[in-house]
């Protein structure tokens, strides 16, 4: 489980999950189009816990803001195929299992994921990747492909909103079963027309079985 993976463990103690679909009638579109207000509305939805989480297959209206999640095909992508972890800039990301370092990348724009780091893991003879996003700048350095990652090891830090894609600070947490071709990036969010195989791509933190 998702919550088993972090250091400190995520628990309901410390964490609020957290609604931003289109469903969700309080998150309004002045919201998320302002930083300051989005920032503040995560921060109140939070309330006293140190964590917001959730995210999974949520449909987002926010992302038809940023150019780069337009499709051409006259829609978006607005599925998100991760689970965000928000919390203050320089919250602590460890290693949740072992594996080693596939790949890492600063995607830069509006919307993106800034700077981004992906794992490779064995986990009963299968592959699996995990992506970080919206991490701090300084967490890309010294890196270099190959290199061994120990579950429990501290490895990067939420980063800032000037450095993160213009979020509120928070974590992309993704998992991946092929990467088709990617480094330092793959798709987060995905059109409803394909949802379908990246649904079965990128599975379920909260479900997948890790031991």
Known sequence: MIQDLFIPPLSDSTTQ???LSVQNPNFKSEI?????????????SMGSKRYG???YLEHRKMYETHENFATGQQDYRNIHLGID???????EVFVPMD???HSFQLNEGSGNYGPTIILAHEIRGERIYSLYGHLSSQDLMG???????RQGQLMAHFGNSFENGGW???????????LQGYLGDYPG????RDLAFYAQNCPDPSRFVFC
């Open 85 to 91: 972890i928000w919390a203050e800039a320089g919250t």
């Open 99 to 101: 594996g080693i370092i």
């Open 143 to 149: 890196l270099s492909p190959g290199l061994e990652m």
């Open 32 to 44: 998320y189009q302002d930083i300051a207000k989005f920032s503040r509305f995560i921060q109140d």
């Open 17 to 19: 999950n957290l609604d």
């Open 168 to 178: 509120p600070p928070h974590l992309h947490f993704q998992l991946i079963r092929d």
């Open 53 to 55: 989480v959730g995210g």
């Open 189 to 192: 969010v995905c059109s409803q």
